[in-house]
């Protein structure tokens, strides 16, 4: 019995890059047969600080040495305390963010899901309006704001209470979401509620790397101040240093209600999730909302020494923006020379994504670059932008070589 014969056919990267991996360390990652390969997957952006972080892994390694708490529901243990007061200190203190604290379960989309019934409680009302090419996870009420139809068609069932707009540039920026959303609260006629929630991602990753102007953000959180619309941000992919600053929305000088963290959070690729809302949301009886495993002690260790190790100052952000705009440059040249092939160069920070005019080159060039040793995924709404997240922590030659082979997989898979 092989792999192929027992795991179901759900399965999709394992398609896309068919070896056994069995080692990683830093940015690369090395396959059975012994040949090592450039990550620029990362995890989907759950490893942010790279594979096997060693400063993360000693504290790991000591804190199961010791026969820590491994696994704790909502108790209270050492390693809980610790991580939460290294987050206040390290991230919310510095920026002013009162936020109150909440464990929903280890996924993003547990965020997600805690995030919107929660501002249904706290308002009393059912609709959240999200944004065409979102992707805010796989449970129900995820996918009832997420914008992709193949991942929505998966439910097997409506998925309602929601009212879409267009993201910030959507149909080439014709159509304003935000003029749209206005005028329809202020007329009693429109047949829309006034709505419970806005979610939104700062850069939209799975569909294709969008990111939002900071002009843009700031006027949809002054909208949904006005009218009395909670804002959540969705900073499962983007934060933890993705786009520069720990949180994404700090370039736009905006302060969600709430915000929804994961994927990097632990920063060894462990699972851990928050949900952060203003103290006047709090609304929760105790145990309303629930997980088993949202006490994951071993995350909350390597989380602690990630805020420690790359968030006691703000040399990493700093990099990352700078790193940006080396990758911009790049990118742009490597379009200039294919323009036949290649349509638009997205990101911000270290998420980019190359935006091909046909899917089908964008599938080519990804397959390219593993044959090459490179791994780098698809997104968007046809699968059409090969899309870029390598570590923050890669070397400025690790960069290079990446961008090196993605330029050889482009010109050979006109």
Same mark, same amino acid.
């Given at each position: 019995m092989t792999v192929t014969t027992i795991e179901s056919e759900v399965r999709s990267y394992s398609r896309n890059w068919p070896v056994v991996f069995e080692q990683a360390r830093g940015s690369r990652?090395? $396959?059975?047969?012994?040949?090592?390969?450039?990550?620029?997957? %990362? !995890? #989907?952006?759950?490893?942010?600080?790279?594979?096997?972080?060693?400063?993360?892994?000693?504290?790991?390694?000591?804190?199961l040495e010791r026969d820590g708490?491994?696994?704790?529901?909502?108790?209270?243990?050492?390693?809980?305390?610790?991580f939460l007061a290294e987050f206040s200190a390290r991230l919310l203190v510095p920026r002013g963010l009162e936020y109150r604290v909440q464990f929903p379960g280890p996924t993003g989309t547990n965020s997600v899901e805690a995030a919107l019934k929660l501002a249904r409680k706290v308002t009393g009302r059912e609709t959240v309006v999200a944004f065409t090419g979102?992707?805010?996870?796989?449970?129900?009420? $995820?996918?009832?704001?997420?914008?992709?139809?193949?991942?929505? %068609? !998966? #439910?097997?069932?409506?998925?309602?209470?929601?009212?879409?707009l267009p993201y910030d540039g959507f149909g080439d920026g014709q159509v304003s979401g935000l003029k749209l959303l206005d005028s329809m609260v202020e007329d009693s006629s429109s047949g829309m509620d006034l709505p419970a929630a806005v979610i939104v991602e700062t850069v939209q990753g799975e569909g294709g790397v969008n990111p939002a102007g900071h002009t843009w953000?700031?006027?949809?959180?002054?909208?949904?101040?006005?009218?009395?619309?909670l804002l959540i941000v969705d900073d499962i992919q983007m934060a933890c240093g993705r786009t520069g600053p720990f949180f994404s929305f700090e370039a736009a000088g905006i302060t969600p209600?709430?915000?929804?963290?994961?994927?990097?959070?632990?920063?060894?690729?462990?699972?851990?999730?928050?949900?952060?809302?203003?103290?006047?949301?709090?609304?929760?009886?105790?145990?309303?909302?629930?997980?088993?495993?949202?006490?994951?002690?071993?995350?909350?260790?390597?989380?602690t020494a990630a805020l420690r190790e790359y968030w006691s100052d703000d040399l990493l952000a700093?990099?990352?923006?700078q790193r940006g705009l080396i990758v911009r440059e790049r990118l742009?040249?490597?379009?200039?020379?294919?323009?036949?092939?290649?349509?638009?160069?997205?990101?911000?920070?270290?998420?980019?994504?190359?935006a091909f005019r046909e899917p089908e080159a964008a599938r080519r060039t990804a397959d390219a670059a593993f044959a090459r040793g490179l791994l780098v995924e698809t997104s968007g709404s046809r699968d059409e932008v090969v899309k870029l997240l390598p570590p923050l922590t890669s070397t400025d030659d690790e960069l290079a070589e990446?961008?090196?082979?993605?330029?050889?997989?482009?010109?050979v898979s006109g």
């Open positions: 990652m090395t $396959s059975r047969d012994g040949r090592v390969y450039l990550d620029f997957f %990362a !995890g #989907a952006s759950a490893l942010n600080y790279g594979h096997n972080p060693p400063v993360l892994k000693r504290a790991l390694i000591d804190y708490v491994t696994h704790s529901l909502d108790m209270l243990t050492g390693a809980k305390e610790k979102a992707f805010h996870g796989m449970s129900l009420g $995820s996918l009832a704001v997420t914008g992709n139809a193949a991942k929505r %068609a !998966g #439910a097997g069932l409506p998925l309602g209470h929601t009212w879409r953000l700031a006027d949809l959180a002054e909208l949904c101040r006005r009218r009395g619309i209600d709430i915000v929804c963290l994961s994927k990097s959070l632990s920063g060894y690729g462990l699972p851990l999730a928050l949900t952060l809302f203003r103290p006047e949301l709090d609304v929760w009886e105790p145990g309303e909302h629930n997980g088993t495993f949202r006490g994951n002690n071993p995350a909350f260790v390597t989380a700093k990099q990352t923006e742009t040249a490597l379009a200039r020379r294919h323009p036949v092939r290649v349509a638009q160069v997205r990101g911000r920070g270290l998420v980019w994504g190359l990446g961008l090196d082979l993605l330029d050889e997989a482009v010109a």
